[in-house]
């Protein structure tokens, strides 16, 4: 990573920790991004450049790109193996360890969004995406008589880490985010066997 992409991912970070700081004293509806900006010092248009809407300011993963890596490594070793035990294993890698490493802010992160409508919503229309995209990848992966199946392991996949994610912060963070992981999905494997 470059410089310049250094320097944009710290300033999006310093955004979106300021964002929520702001957010938690008055609310989400009672900030704007021109007051984000303000006490940041720079411009809202700067902070719409990174972000696009006020939503993604809290939505914003800086980890999306590592995860994008562990799933495109997993999936190029895969060579016959379970494509789900992929997903899984990059999950558990990048998510589940680097939400561990940063646990009292993501945890404030999470939990906001599951308390703030607009953010719920807007992560659950974030989550169609992200699948969208797993399931292009699963697709490339798949043989071609199982790639119809794609759309259906790549749902099931965004699911259990949603569960997951779901008991970590209900939990505050005090159970382990990628045993909650690895069980979501030991999950969806058993129920794949009842007869």
Excluded: C
Excluded at 87 to 100: G, K, S, W
Excluded at 171 to 180: H, K, S, V
């Amino acid at each position: 990573m470059g410089l310049r992409e250094r320097n944009r991912r710290a300033a999006m970070r310093d955004t979106q920790r300021e964002a929520l700081r702001l957010f938690r004293e008055r609310g989400f509806d009672g900030v704007t991004v021109e007051e984000i900006a303000g006490h940041l010092q720079m411009a809202a248009s700067t902070v719409f450049r990174h972000f696009g809407t006020k939503e993604a300011i809290v939505l914003w993963d800086e980890h999306d790109a590592a995860l994008d890596d562990a799933l495109a490594t997993r999936f190029s070793a895969l060579r016959g193996g379970a494509p789900l035990h992929a997903v899984r294993d990059a999950f558990v890698d990048t998510l589940a360890r680097r939400y561990q490493g940063d646990r009292d802010f993501e945890l404030e992160r999470v939990r906001f969004i599951y308390a703030t409508d607009a953010l719920h919503a807007a992560a659950v229309e974030a989550q169609l995406a992200d699948r969208e995209a797993l399931t292009v990848a699963l697709a490339r992966l798949l043989s071609t008589e199982q790639r119809g199946a794609a759309p259906l392991l790549a749902g099931a996949a965004m699911l259990a880490l949603d569960v997951a994610i779901e008991q970590w912060q209900e939990a505050r963070g005090e159970r382990d985010l990628g045993a909650l992981i690895g069980a979501a999905f030991a999950t969806l494997e058993r129920l794949g066997e009842v007869r």
